[in-house]
């Protein structure tokens, strides 16, 4: 085997752990965000509850001064009771009044603050709704994850060890520059030669398109010697099945 279809081995080994990393993150970034969500609703019902405390203590406070104006008017009507002149009799009843009208104040802003109590009660029920669904996608989310992980962790082991063996047989320097080149172009580190016309010698790059040099695409078919583009910089490699047909005798085909 010729260096170029060496690195082609582990840049097809490369591929399938790539492609196989890529489901799994897949489901650790759908478990990731589930789990922000949640996080989201725990915030914000939080925060509720503490409105809801807040109202509920300002409920109280108005019950507490219903009851306070109730027992002051209990008081003035027994005194009422032995008032000794009309005169003294009409002051107690105008005390009562202005009592009656203050403490309905009270009762209306009690009530009013109640009422605002069970808005705040009802978001917190539709909170812990939501979030309990989002709990059962968190749960399949995390068997996802699990899945995915365990069904590849076989099958990455294998591929790392199918690389370390291909990976031995190339030149340090070589597989250097074929790891740097993965890293920055990912899937286009490597690109097959395309065929325009073969009666011109009309070949480019699979990867981005440049036309390329007859003797570089000679020198690759003849010994598979390192040829990269000089355009996008990619290592090129022949189809087996281009190499095939281009090594027949012309008048075969
Ligand atoms: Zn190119």
Do not use: W
């Not at 939080?46 to 108005?62: K, T, W």
């Not at 990912?186 to 040099?213: F, K, N, T, V, W």
């Amino acid at each position: 085997m010729n260096v170029t279809s060496k690195l082609l081995s582990v840049f097809k080994v490369d591929k399938q752990f790539r492609g196989l990393r890529s489901r799994l993150s897949a489901a650790e970034k759908f478990l990731a965000e589930q789990n922000r969500q949640i996080e989201q609703i725990n915030a914000k019902k939080s925060s509720l509850e503490a409105q809801q405390r807040q109202l509920a203590a300002a409920a109280a406070n108005f019950e507490g001064e219903v009851k306070r104006l109730d027992a002051r008017m209990a008081t003035i009507r027994e005194q009422m009771n032995s008032a000794q002149t009309n005169k003294e009799y009409k002051a107690f009843l105008t005390e009562v009044n202005t009592i009656k009208a203050e403490r309905d104040r009270q009762e209306t802003s009690a009530l009013e603050q109640m009422g605002k109590v069970e808005e705040v009660k009802r978001q917190i029920d539709e909170l812990e709704k939501s979030r309990a669904e989002r709990e059962r996608m968190q749960a399949v989310a995390v068997s996802d994850r699990d899945q995915r992980a365990a069904e590849i962790k076989d099958k990455l082991a294998d591929l790392q060890n199918q690389r370390d063996t291909l990976a031995r047989d190339i030149p340090k320097d070589t597989l250097v520059l074929f790891e740097r080149l993965v890293q920055t172009r990912g899937d286009e580190a490597m690109a097959h030669i395309e065929e325009a016309d073969r009666r011109r010698h009309e070949y480019h790059c699979g990867s981005c398109m440049m036309a390329l040099p007859i003797e570089a695409v000679n020198g690759l078919l003849v010994s598979g010697k390192l040829t990269r583009c000089a355009s996008c910089q990619c290592i090129l490699y022949i189809d087996e099945e281009l190499a095939k047909s281009m090594k027949e005798p012309a008048g075969k085909r």
